[in-house]
């Protein structure tokens, strides 16, 4: 997970390094085209491995504090993909199994076809927490 974290990091920073340049911004690497705008400099639009140490711990806890809200969405989306029980709203007991209880009839046990994916969802937000 450290990889993902630091892959987040990066992005985050070729983003921001976009966006500012969108604006008109540049940093002491970019071609200013034979004039200088002093207001226009920025001295954080640097490549990754150039930034300062205590720039790319602000990235890193940036990303590691959104990482598990967005790892969590995407395996929840893909439990209701999977699972017609989950997507129905119904929730599994502990042992992985759906209570369904039809008018009438005795309740009825379906196996949550999304164990898996819910337990690997576990996996990759406890190893976000470390």
């Not at 920073?13 to 071609?31: A, I, L, N, V």
Request: glycine share 6%.
């Amino acid at each position: 997970m450290t990889d993902l974290v630091t892959r987040v990091a990066q992005s985050l920073h070729d983003k921001w390094c976009e966006q500012m340049r969108e604006k008109g911004f540049y940093g002491s690497t970019d071609p200013i085209g034979g004039y200088t705008l002093h207001d226009k400099f920025h001295s954080g639009l640097i490549p990754w491995p150039d930034l300062p140490e205590s720039r790319r711990q602000e990235y890193l806890a940036t990303a590691k504090a959104v990482l598990p809200e967005i790892v969590g969405e995407v395996f929840d989306s893909c439990i209701i993909a999977v699972c017609e029980s989950c997507y129905a709203g119904h929730s599994p007991n502990k042992n992985g199994l759906h209570i369904l209880v039809r008018a009438g009839y005795r309740s009825e046990r379906i196996r949550c076809t999304a164990q898996a994916i819910r337990a690997l969802r576990d996996r990759h937000l406890e190893e976000l927490k470390k």
